[in-house]
């Protein structure tokens, strides 16, 4: 059976008993999350999300500027009014950088990635921070309440990360 | 209390019950899933997935094209083989138009927002199709098995979306 297979026989359970049919857009809670998208983070059971409440934009490292044009559609389109950013702890983002993934595209495939930044980082509290300033730096996203979380995924607990500086 | 509060108080209640710390990289499901960022589409319930078992990548449509950063990561360094795309009803990427949205970011923010390719569709079987082909034809991505739903929101159910052509 393959995973896609999987999939189907699980969601025949989960919408045996499904009950929230009558959701409506806009949104109860005016939020955009934007999480990474390793397997250990269940960013729903996390934060207490059930369907409905919130816009979930999840991408490698959970980078900001690979959410820009999702945001943008949140804020313009869909009237998010806040928004959650969740890195983690033991993220894959700190392992490689731009050119070691390039190489490997290169000789593997032999294709050049070279115009793609894959945005690696060197430490997931700096790396909240840093995407914190970039939003609130973007002249596109609207200025809205911005809060950052490391998640750790050997606790399964959030902490705020603040710049002290 | 704002969202970000919000979370806080219900992550302290996941946390008091977790049992997930020993959670190692690589994957049990070599899987990365692409969906849409709705807020009605809870994809960790829809699909039956626990902590550990997928990459999932989530943006406004759930476009392929966007998640191409992330996909490629997951095949290369998290060692992902399948592809699953996960479109859904009522979408409002239906709503819009590249000009409308990079119109409105003019009249309302003065900024000019004709670099970004918002990725709008016309159909959300189509656009399920078209991710397909393109992840297909993409040379950056590795000829793995790809399947495509399309998800209810009225039902909660996930219909497989096939080329009958």
Not at 86 to 98: A, E, G, P, Q, S
Request: net charge negative; charged share 25%; glycine share 8%.
């Amino acid at each position: 059976m393959s995973v896609a297979e999987e999939f189907e026989v699980a969601n025949a359970e989960y919408a045996a008993s499904f009950s929230r049919g009558d959701l409506l857009l806009p949104l109860k809670r005016k939020v955009a999350i934007v999480a990474c998208m390793d397997a250990r983070l269940d960013s729903a059971r996390a934060l207490g999300l059930e369907e409905g409440d919130a816009y979930v934009i999840r991408n490698a490292g959970g980078r900001a500027a690979d959410a820009l044009r999702s945001i943008i559609i949140s804020q313009q389109l869909l009237g998010t009014r806040e928004i959650v950013i969740v890195h983690h702890t033991d993220c894959r983002m700190l392992t490689f950088t731009d050119e070691m993934i390039r190489g490997k595209l290169r000789s593997d495939l032999g294709q050049n990635a070279d115009y793609i930044a894959f945005l690696p980082f060197g430490d997931f509290q700096q790396s909240v921070l840093d995407d914190i300033k970039w939003l609130k730096e973007s002249l596109l996203v609207l200025d809205v309440p911005i809060t950052g979380f490391l998640y750790d995924v050997g606790t399964g607990k959030i902490v705020r990360v603040e710049d002290n500086v």
